[in-house]
């Protein structure tokens, strides 16, 4: 069975908290990952990816300058390193793999959800003020 694990915790805010993806059964490497996140009552957002067709980083405007993402392709994990939390950071956060490529066609931007096929299972980010 393929799954992706994002590990979080509770925050504070202006703290900061590391989630970690990695997947059973392939491996991140070969694929643009992406992070997502859905508050209570809201739509599924993008928040960043990292695209494999360049390597490079794409971050949506309200993590801009406070969450980094990074390859690890040592361990074959995505981490998504988040600083400076905010409370509307409060989410259920979601790592998600493009095996198809379809991310290709986005070249600014890192896709809207669909077109990433593989999902992990979502972990909480409680951020507190």
């Known amino acids: 069975d393929v799954q992706l694990q994002a590990l979080g915790r509770l925050g504070a805010a202006w703290g900061s908290l590391k989630l970690s993806c990695a997947a059973s059964g392939f491996t991140l490497d070969y694929y643009t990952i992406g992070w997502f996140r859905q508050a209570p009552g809201k739509e599924r957002e993008g928040v960043s990816c990292?695209?494999?067709?360049?390597?490079?980083?794409r971050y949506a405007d309200s993590v801009k300058g406070r969450f980094t993402i990074v390859r690890d392709n040592t361990n074959g994990t995505v981490y998504l390193q988040m600083s400076s939390l905010k409370v509307e950071d409060t989410a259920v956060y979601y790592c998600a793999a493009d095996t198809r490529g379809h991310t290709r066609q986005y070249a600014l931007t890192c896709g809207p959800r669909y077109v990433y096929d593989k999902w992990g299972q979502g972990t909480q980010v409680t951020v507190s003020s």
């Open positions: 990292v695209r494999i067709a360049d390597g490079s980083p």
